[in-house]
């Protein structure tokens, strides 16, 4: 009964969470009718295409547009759709979060420490906002995590089966998750060796090799998101340009959640060395805290560096969880969970600002006017941020001038980024955008 009950409680309190994070997230969202961020019309793009014509419009990985499209048709409103699943399955994170603590260290106090954290840091939400396919894929990455432990530990074929399945879905979902994955388990593997414990973990490290080798050999799986690993080595590896490297006290500024994370996973290892706790639990420890740092290193260049240092959402949780598990007392940990969540509030606004477009709502009326005044026409949007939101409205919209009729084809420019050419005539001027179509002066006869 005991057993019974204390298996309802934890049910209970990772639902409560997850409902909670949910309602936090769907919030955020609903500051605005419009999708947040320059990549928020493109998901509806890409979902309006699989409900049309069964298929992506732009190769990327699928699984979560065919998930939004699954809810744009039962509830009936693409917009809110992609709201819905961002908001659903990064919240649900906490889940495996939550069931890592309870599971290998008998810790609830770990548990909700490391999903609170999860839900209020500016690095999750920042993915949130901009980086959906990121934030989403940060549920299968931290179920791999839970599967690749549970592994090390038990060794059994639910376990491998886990891990392998949830790999799976984070290839599927972006590449980032993918490679934070596949970096934890080698690095994990290589201190396996050096610790010598039981040399089991080699099966994951293979399962990784083979996939990583079998999306290059058929890159269309996931978009070609796999060469991304190829460019950012290029970038890396290549010659340096101190422009392209972001400021010190930049890095700082910018990285100050991620080196706590870096800062707390480390010194939590140092103190189960030197406490001789569980063999697999130092070094599990240990190789998230390598994988955090080797993440944040302030010499990569700066496009790749922002992108990593937002990955601190997951490594930031799990700091958090294993220092919360070593303290002995309620009080102790109610303490130190109330330092870490009144200082992640303060340095998160978008807690209390919510998401913003990436154009205002008059704005987008406008192109809902000009789509429907020009009916019938291919529109060439150069200005990739409005170019998305003009295809949510219509499907002949291209970045370039189609192979088409000259007359049929109509400029969208946003009114701060006009050509400088006199080649276009204008039809349309509204508040924050102008619609032109090409234009050649006559040319004149010479008698």
């Known amino acids: 009964m005991k057993k019974l009950c204390g298996i309802l409680l934890d049910y209970t309190l990772m639902l409560f969470i997850w409902i909670g994070g949910f309602l936090i997230f769907l919030r955020a969202f609903n500051a605005t009718p419009l999708l947040p961020g320059i990549d928020g019309p493109y998901y ?6 699989i409900l049309k014509y069964g298929g992506l419009k732009y190769l990327d990985p699928p699984l ?23 908001s659903l399955f990064t919240a649900a994170t906490v889940v495996p979060l939550y069931l890592f603590y309870r599971d290998f260290l008998g810790e609830r106090g770990g548990g909700i420490s490391a999903s609170l954290v999860f839900i209020l840091n500016f690095y999750t939400f920042r993915l949130l906002g901009d980086f959906i396919k990121n ?3 940060l549920l299968w990455l931290a179920s791999y995590i839970y599967f690749l432990y549970k592994f090390l530990r038990e060794k059994t074929r639910g376990s491998l089966a886990g891990l392998l399945f949830f790999l799976a879905l984070t290839a599927l979902t972006h590449v980032l998750d993918l490679g934070t994955a596949m970096l934890l388990t080698f690095i994990l593997t290589a201190l396996v060796f050096i610790f010598k414990i039981d040399k089991v973990i080699v099966v ?14 058929a890159p269309a ?8 690993f190829v460019a950012f080595i290029e970038e890396t590896l290549g010659e340096s340009d101190a422009s392209m490297q972001m400021p010190f006290d930049e890095f700082i500024k910018r990285g100050i959640i991620s080196l706590t994370a870096v800062s707390l996973l480390f010194l939590t290892g140092i ?4 406490a001789r706790e569980d063999k697999r639990n130092r070094v599990f420890l240990l190789a998230l805290a390598f994988s955090s740092l080797l993440l944040n290193l302030p010499f990569y260049p700066m496009q790749w560096l922002f992108r990593f240092q937002l990955m601190s959402s997951i490594f930031i949780a799990y700091a958090t969880g294993f220092c919360t598990s070593h303290l002995k007392t309620f009080y102790s940990k109610l303490v130190l969970l109330t330092l870490f969540t009144s200082l992640l509030l303060a340095t998160n606004h978008y807690i209390f600002t919510g998401f913003r477009p990436s154009i205002p ?3 987008y009326n406008e192109l809902v006017n000009v789509v429907q005044k020009y009916s019938g026409k291919s529109f060439v949007v150069p200005d990739t941020r409005l170019r998305y939101w003009v295809e949510t409205l219509t499907e002949k919209v291209y970045k370039k001038p189609p192979a088409v009729q000259q007359n049929k084809i109509l400029f969208i420019f946003d009114r701060r980024h006009l050509p400088k050419i006199p080649l276009f005539k204008p039809l349309y001027e509204g508040k924050y955008i102008i619609v032109m179509k090409a234009w050649k002066p006559p040319k004149i006869h010479k008698p």
């Open 361 to 363: 709502l008059e704005e």
């Open 64 to 86: 979560t547009f065919y998930i939004m499209a699954f809810f744009a048709n039962v509830l009936g409103d693409v917009f809110i759709a992609v709201k819905a699943v961002a």
């Open 271 to 274: 103190r189960n060395t030197l």
């Open 221 to 228: 799986v996931v978009g070609h998101d796999i060469f991304k």
């Open 44 to 49: 509806a793009v890409q979902v309006n295409w």
């Open 135 to 137: 934030s989403i894929g």
């Open 204 to 217: 994951p490290f293979m399962i990784c090799i083979i996939f990583l080798l079998g999306l290059f050999i």
